[in-house]
């Protein structure tokens, strides 16, 4: 009922920066917050960055200063602009949205497949 896709992972050199954004689709009655996680291998999936509905956000320690997530409503797409990146930011990125589809009274939590990003020293 709700998709939501990512798109600008990539190979980059430390201290370079990317854009991540994901795009919900579907039919969608309403999204709340919106959010990314990463997970590199042999590790948890972590919380990088989320954002509210009404644009509040919050960052993981490891990340602030250096990343910045913002959406866009009209478009249902959230974004996280990745600066300063470094080898411990290589990961698999996810994107997740809290979101109500239509016709139903429910909110679910819903994920993205999942970007590369890759960082190299």
């Known amino acids: 009922q709700v998709q939501l896709v990512e798109s600008g992972g990539g190979l980059v050199q430390a201290g370079g920066s990317l854009r991540l954004s994901c795009a919900a689709s579907?039919?969608?009655?309403?999204?709340?917050?919106m959010g990314w996680y990463r997970q590199a291998p042999g590790k948890q999936r972590e919380l990088v960055a989320s954002?509210?509905?009404?644009?509040?956000?919050n960052y993981a320690d490891s990340v602030r200063g250096r990343f910045t997530i913002s959406r866009d409503n009209a478009k249902n797409t959230v974004y996280l602009q990745m600066n300063s990146l470094k080898p411990e930011d290589t990961a698999v990125y996810y994107c997740?949205?809290?979101?109500?589809?239509?016709?139903?009274?429910?909110?679910?939590?819903?994920w993205g497949q999942g970007t590369q990003v890759t960082v190299s020293s």
């Open positions: 997740n949205a809290e979101a109500r589809a239509r016709f139903s009274t429910s909110t679910y939590l819903y």
């Open positions: 579907g039919s969608i009655f309403s999204i709340n917050a």
């Open positions: 954002i509210s509905s009404g644009g509040r956000t």
